[in-house]
C-alpha cells in the first residue's frame, strides 16, 4: 500500500467537504448547549465528590481520635512517692518545698562573682531530676519496690545537699569579698 501526502489526500476528497454556511446565531446556540452541558457534568461531579470527601474525612477524623484515645488509655502514669502512702505522700512534700525554698535562696544570691557555682548547682539538679523521673518509671514498673522509693528519697536529699553545699560556698565568697574589701581599705 502506498503513503497517501497531505496534499494527494485533501485534492482525493476535493468536492466531499461541507462548505455551507452555519445558521444566523449558530454559534451561541453552540455555547449555551455547551455551557447547559458544562454545567450538568460539573453539578453531578460537585455533589458525587463533595459527599465522598467528607465522608471520608468525618472518617478519618474519628479513626485518629480514637486511636489517639486508646494510646493515651493504655499508657499508664508513672506514679511519685506520694501515691505509694500517706506517710511517703507528707516525705515527698516536706523534700519538694524544702528544695523549692533553697531554690529561692541560691537566686536571691546571684551575682557576678556567684553565677558560675549557681549554674553549675542547677545543671546538677537538673540531672537529679532527670533521674528521678527514671526513678518514678521503675516506680511503676516494680511495683512500689522498696530499693526504688529508697532511690528516690536519696535523690530528694541529694539535691537538698547540692542546694545547702553551695549556698555556704557563696557565703564563703561574700566573706571573703568582705574581707578583701577591709584589707584594701585599711592599707
Given amino acids: 500500500m502506498q503513503k497517501d501526502t497531505i496534499d494527494e489526500l485533501f485534492d482525493n476528497l476535493k468536492g466531499e467537504f461541507d462548505v455551507n454556511e452555519p445558521n444566523k446565531d449558530h454559534d451561541?446556540?453552540?455555547?449555551d448547549k455547551l455551557k447547559a452541558n458544562n454545567v450538568v457534568v460539573n453539578d453531578s461531579k460537585k455533589s458525587s465528590g463533595i459527599n465522598w470527601k467528607l465522608f471520608l474525612a468525618v472518617a478519618a477524623s474519628?479513626?485518629?481520635s480514637l486511636s489517639v484515645f486508646m494510646t493515651l488509655q493504655n499508657e499508664p502514669e508513672a506514679l511519685d512517692l506520694a501515691s505509694v502512702s500517706p506517710e511517703l505522700s507528707e516525705?515527698?512534700?516536706f523534700f519538694t518545698a524544702t528544695i523549692e525554698n533553697e531554690l529561692k535562696k541560691l537566686n536571691k544570691e546571684r551575682s557576678p562573682l556567684t553565677e558560675q557555682i549557681i549554674t553549675d548547682a542547677l545543671e546538677q539538679i537538673?540531672?537529679?531530676e532527670t533521674n528521678y523521673q527514671?526513678?518514678?518509671t521503675d516506680l511503676t514498673e516494680?511495683?512500689?519496690d522498696k530499693r526504688v522509693i529508697y532511690a528516690m528519697i536519696t535523690n530528694?536529699?541529694?539535691r537538698i545537699d547540692?542546694?545547702?553545699?553551695?549556698?555556704?560556698?557563696i557565703e564563703i565568697i561574700k566573706e571573703l569579698k568582705i574581707n578583701t574589701n577591709e584589707n584594701n581599705n585599711t592599707i
Avoid: A
Avoid at 547540692?162 to 560556698?169: M, S
Fill in 142 to 144: 516494680s511495683g512500689n
Fill in 156 to 158: 530528694f536529699q541529694n
Fill in 28 to 31: 451561541l446556540r453552540f455555547l
Fill in 62 to 64: 474519628v479513626v485518629i
Fill in 134 to 136: 527514671n526513678l518514678k
Fill in 162 to 169: 547540692i542546694l545547702t553545699t553551695v549556698l555556704e560556698q
Fill in 126 to 128: 537538673q540531672v537529679l
Fill in 91 to 93: 516525705t515527698q512534700d
